[in-house]
């Protein structure tokens, strides 16, 4: 695990769900839940665990649990961030867009999370990569967290560049493992 200061505040970056949670973060960022696919309706009726064990971790810490992973609820499927706080799932965040053109449906909308110190914008996978993404995001939150499927190939190396361009301090987690993170210069 490692915590990056990106200015606003903390986060904390993992590839595995912590155990315990770490101490001096104002979130924790997981991607090696998104390879998985988390099957909603299975998680509801009680048969598989994950969403249970994620929100009481989250019970032990002050801060949101953020893990990536690919959910499906019956025949709709979507890359997804599933949010945990104080022993609950708080919210789902989906993509919103499909850059790829896998059978993955888009979500609605782009959560800002309220954190204690700051606003934090949530872009999920490919969205982290358009330019009106980082703009609607501006004028609403202090700093972006995204949460990926794919590896952080060429295209992602865009973020710097979107991070300046629209003066918010970001870190990204990658399901293989790799981390960007940074703030405007």
């Not at 915590?3 to 979130?27: E, Y």
């Not at 032990?60 to 499927?77: A, K």
């Not at 909308?109 to 309220?114: A, D, G, N, Q, Y």
């Amino acid at each position: 695990m490692e915590i990056f200061d990106i200015g606003t505040g903390k986060i904390g970056v993992s590839d595995a769900i912590a155990q315990p949670p770490p101490d001096g973060v104002d979130a924790l960022l997981v991607a090696e839940p998104m390879l998985r696919e988390v099957v909603l309706d299975r998680e509801i009726q009680g048969l598989t665990a994950f969403a249970a064990d994620v929100a009481a971790l989250s019970a032990r810490c002050d801060y949101p649990i953020l893990c990536g992973c690919r959910t499906r609820y019956r025949t709709v499927r979507h890359v997804s961030v599933l949010t945990f706080a104080g022993g609950r799932l708080l919210d789902i965040a989906d993509r919103t867009v499909n850059l790829d053109g896998g059978n993955y449906s888009e979500g609605d909308s782009i959560k800002v999370l309220r954190l204690k110190k700051f606003r934090l914008g949530l872009l999920v996978d490919t969205d982290v990569l358009l330019a009106e993404n980082w703009k609607r995001l501006a004028a609403q939150c202090d700093a972006v967290a995204c949460i990926a499927l794919r590896p952080s190939d060429a295209d992602f190396a865009y973020i710097p560049t979107l991070s300046s361009l629209f003066g918010l301090p970001y870190t990204a987690a990658f399901s293989d493992g790799d981390i960007l993170w940074g703030t405007p210069q």
